[in-house]
């Protein structure tokens, strides 16, 4: 929710307050669940989901609304990744897939700068588990059945193993295609294409490219380090080629 409270700092629910802990000692005060947008601050994991959000940890119906979603997310989806274990999701998703470790590098898109990150006092971490409540229990539900994926489709060691070559390979390909190495705020991305979308108080970092690359590779480069409005905008163009036109010709008899 710290990362929620940044990027979503200008809705109603989040505008008024100083800081995530003002919003969080006064939650029932400053959200209203009626007011546009204000879904996000509020069980956005269950709302992503597709059910309702709006519901505390001591309603009458709360366990029964969350053991539904549990249930219901299972039936739906054969495998939950977790963001906290992103390089352990992305081997597990290689056996779910049957692709190569190859298929699974890629490089951390919409990630914030260490200036936007706050830290989180225990005590404001259980105010967000309560708050959250429905979230948090489809978390724990998940992040259990995670690793039990773990052990049974790869192994403790064979995914310890994976991951530190995973991580050799994102390191060979961060050497190949980025000029730094790493993510750089979005005023230090040279190509204003590849800046990422900047919103709330968030500083969202993005790449520069090596500038000695052949086509061929700059393409692929380009691929991995695309923000994801860019990249949507892309595949769209790609998919509906003949309404991407007619937008691009109603923008240009606009302007």
């Keep these: 929710m710290e990362s929620i409270f940044s990027y979503y700092k ?28 204000n879904h996000y601050a509020h069980n956005i994991l269950a709302f992503d989901f597709g059910f309702k959000n709006n519901i505390a940890a001591g309603a009458g119906d709360f366990e ?12 739906d989806f054969n495998l939950i990744l977790i963001s906290e274990y992103f390089d352990e999701s992305m081997v597990l998703l290689k056996y779910s897939l049957c692709w190569s470790l190859e ?18 006092s225990p005590n404001t971490a259980e ?12 978390y724990l539900h998940f992040n259990t059945t995670f690793w039990h994926k773990v052990d049974s489709l790869v192994g403790r060691q064979k995914m310890e193993r994976e991951v530190a070559q995973l991580r050799k390979l994102q390191v060979k390909l961060a050497n190949t295609c980025l000029k730094d190495r790493c993510a750089v705020d979005p005023s230090l991305v040279k190509d204003a294409r590849l800046k990422p979308f900047q919103y709330g108080t968030a500083v969202i970092q993005g790449y520069n490219l ?34 991407a036109a007619k937008h691009k010709q109603a923008t240009k008899t606009v302007k």
């Design 210 to 243: 090596n500038p000695n690359l052949n086509i061929q590779t700059k393409t692929k480069c380009q691929r991995f380090i695309l923000p994801e409005l860019q990249y949507t905008h892309r595949l769209y163009t790609k998919q509906f080629p003949k309404e």
């Design 64 to 75: 029964e609304r969350t053991t539904v979603a549990i249930k219901t997310i299972e039936q």
């Design 10 to 37: 200008s809705i109603p629910a989040f505008r008024k307050t100083f800081s995530l802990e003002d919003f969080l000692d006064n939650s029932w005060r400053n959200y209203n669940a009626s007011v546009a947008n």
């Design 103 to 120: 298929d699974m590098v890629s490089f951390r898109l919409n990630s914030r700068s260490e200036q936007t990150r706050h830290s989180l």
């Design 127 to 138: 105010k967000i588990k309560k708050w959250n409540a429905l979230d948090w229990r489809i």
